[in-house]
């Protein structure tokens, strides 16, 4: 398998090489792209950044600089336009577009869209592989469960799926599947559907942007678009908005837990940290951040802090902000 990913690095920085001789004129940088996530492709050295503007980018972050810029004229995705990127075993890296799914896995691409599989739509907003190897699809059409050969659709036609459009998925610790929609919280226990919304539930908004699962105390931290942070303990639903804490804004984008399990939390309006000492904010002004409008946030091993922004990447290493 490391092999593998040694190949389909050297692969990529061949690519990348060969573009930059005939492109002299071209720097490898995502200043001023709306970055959407980042994964890590060979160890805690090189990365793929995904960019709804630039496609797929690599960078060393031992060395501090862009490899380049993956041209579709050298890799066969569909799109520039990355919508998320995923890696759950070490040999294979799914590339979520606008043009369909791509799975890389052995040097090999293949590109699933809706002329050439059961795919209700192209746009694909997010992927998940379970423990038992289930593909769990979320496009605009509703969500796609793949199992070996067996495809199955799950839309408001034929189920109880809040929204057919789904912006994230995610599998719980015991295997249920949990859909962030724009019209709820879904979650299917592999047989039936349940619906967490405004009306039965202490969400403060239905649109959902993600959820997040905290094994520490076995919680759930949702994110929404108008009515900020909910952290849900069992059946409480405790809601952080601009009224009642430092939240810098009710739309909550992006979460994910530290090394330390310290919470970290983007908005459109800056990055928030929640640890022992309280909240602290970062911004353009107070911080070298890009862009106050946070897209996605990645934390690797080495708890550096991988910041996705509508204007570039910045690297939070210790305390320090790189971009």
């Not at 094994?215 to 929404?224: D, E, H, L, P, Q």
């Not at 994910?256 to 911004?283: C, E, R």
């Amino acid at each position: 398998m490391k092999r593998n990913f040694v190949a389909f690095a050297l692969i990529f920085i061949l690519s990348f090489v060969a573009f930059s001789q005939q492109n002299p004129q071209f720097r490898f940088y995502f200043n001023g792209n709306d970055v959407t996530s980042v994964v890590p492709v060979f160890g805690n050295s090189i990365f793929l950044i995904g960019s709804r503007e630039a496609g797929l980018g690599v960078y060393n972050f031992d060395s501090l600089k862009y490899i380049g810029l993956i041209q579709k004229i050298y890799v066969p995705i569909p799109s520039h336009n990355i919508r998320a990127l995923r890696k759950y075993s070490n040999d294979t890296l799914w590339i979520c577009t606008d043009r369909g799914l791509v799975r890389l896995r052995s040097n090999q691409f293949v590109v699933y869209n809706s002329q050439n599989s059961p795919l209700p739509s192209d746009i694909i907003n997010d992927i998940y592989v379970d423990a038992v190897g289930i593909w769990w699809i979320a496009t605009n059409k509703g969500l796609v469960m793949k199992s070996d050969t067996n495809w199955v659709v799950f839309n408001r036609l034929n189920s109880g799926i809040p929204d057919d459009y789904v912006n994230t998925v995610k599998v719980d610790p015991i295997g249920n599947v949990w859909v962030a929609t724009p019209n709820g919280l879904g979650m299917y226990d592999r047989t039936d559907w349940y619906v967490f919304d405004t009306n039965n539930s202490g969400l403060p908004d239905n649109f959902i942007t993600f959820i997040e699962f905290d094994n520490f105390n076995n919680s759930k931290w949702v994110g929404t678009l108008h009515g900020g942070l909910v952290h849900w303990i069992g059946n409480n639903f405790n809601v952080y908005d601009t009224s009642n804490s430092m939240l810098p804004s009710n739309a909550v984008t992006a979460f994910a837990f530290d090394t330390s399990h310290n919470k970290w939390v983007g908005t459109n309006n800056g990055l928030v940290l929640i640890d022992q000492m309280g909240w602290t904010i970062f911004n353009t002004t107070n911080s070298g951040l890009s862009d106050n409008h946070i897209n996605s946030i990645f934390i690797d091993s080495l708890n550096r802090k991988f910041i996705s922004t509508r204007n570039k990447l910045t690297l939070i290493s210790d305390t320090n902000f790189l971009s």
